[in-house]
């Protein structure tokens, strides 16, 4: 079964030949490859290798064409800083509050910044795995956006002080996430991961996740639905329990669990609910716990979804770029052993 199908499977919660395995592997592909993290960012070419790599060595149903998250912020005028060895961060946001963001178009991913080297390794995946993976893009949802065009403090401030105006810088973070995930599905990729962190409910209440952020996050998934996206996947870190609920409202067939979440609060909050989840474990554990330890909380996991089903076999969030690939291969080889034909 070609993973692309296993996946979509899953998703409709029909049954397929084994549960679909998607650990959330962007720097780590570099070390599977023999390569230094600092080779991974400054190419296309280099990180689109590194991804294909891993691809091969775990059997992998899906790679992402990830860099780094400051791309979006970057191409807008945003300041890098860089260090060798670690992602790079945003050290001076690329505007201020008081910028006009209605009048503001979204940078062109053919041109702006290295939006075009995210384009172009979507494009190398795609060729490289042809039908037997599924290729996920990455842009910055629409609160992450906010928060690093403007800067954390200053967004919080804005959405207080001056609300009206926030919406704009929403509206704006949010067109320029279709724009840039639209041209990584016209490149090749199956699925745009909406990574929207800073809407956490540890930082945006529910019921302002529900009023600001769902609207545009849907209009996120309508968009790539209608550019061709295979499904649509929304992941936000801390404890979602109480807005997991509102992810299928929202267009969105995939959710992500971090880690910290409880999974029996979670099931009981969806009930019927048909939204497919991916998680959970801890990703520092593919650090510092051993590949028996690894293999059994991934069993336990799978055994957890048997009788629901619609669940992805993963990390709670990005698996650390020093992560230890025995402890990688084991949550895949629990996957691929899981017994054929159940849900």
Request: hydrophobic share 45%.
């Amino acid at each position: 079964m070609l993973a692309i199908e296993r996946l979509q499977r899953t998703i409709l919660r029909q049954s397929c030949d084994r549960p679909p395995v998607i650990p959330q592997i962007f720097a780590h592909a570099a070390k599977v490859a023999g390569k230094s993290m600092d080779d991974y960012l400054a190419s296309a070419a280099t990180a689109a290798e590194c991804q294909l790599a891993a691809w091969r060595h775990y059997g992998l149903d899906a790679i992402f064409a990830v860099l780094d998250l400051t791309i979006e912020a970057e191409s807008l005028g945003g300041t890098v800083i860089r260090h060798p060895g670690i992602y790079p961060a945003i050290s001076d946001p690329p505007f201020t509050p008081d910028r006009d963001f209605t009048r503001l178009a979204p940078p062109d991913p053919a041109t702006a910044g290295r939006m075009p080297a995210v384009v172009e390794m979507v494009a190398r995946m795609r060729a490289g795995v042809g039908d037997a993976a599924a290729v996920i893009g990455l842009v910055q949802g629409p609160m992450t956006g906010a928060v690093q065009f403007v800067g954390m403090q200053r967004a919080l401030f804005l959405a207080i002080d001056e609300p009206d105006r926030f919406v704009h810088l929403l509206d704006y973070a949010t067109e320029v996430a279709r724009s840039f995930g639209s041209a990584q599905l016209a490149a090749g990729a199956d699925i745009v991961l909406v990574f929207d962190p800073a809407a956490s409910p540890e930082i945006v209440p529910a019921g302002l996740f529900r009023e600001l952020v769902g609207p545009r996050v849907a209009h996120l998934a309508a968009s790539f639905k209608q550019a061709g996206a295979k499904a649509n996947w929304l992941h936000i870190a801390g404890q979602t329990a109480a807005i997991l609920p509102l992810y299928s409202s929202f267009g969105f067939d995939i959710g992500n669990v971090d880690y910290c979440v409880d999974l029996d609060t979670v099931l009981e909050t969806l009930g019927e609910d048909s939204l497919c989840l991916d998680g959970n474990i801890k990703p520092l554990s593919f650090v510092t716990d051993s590949a028996d330890s690894i293999r059994q909380t991934a069993d336990a996991l799978l055994a957890r979804f048997d009788g629901r089903g619609g669940f992805i076999l993963s990390s709670g969030c990005e698996i650390p770029p020093e992560a230890e690939e025995a402890n990688v291969a084991a949550l895949v080889t629990a996957a691929q052993d899981w017994k054929k034909g159940r849900r």
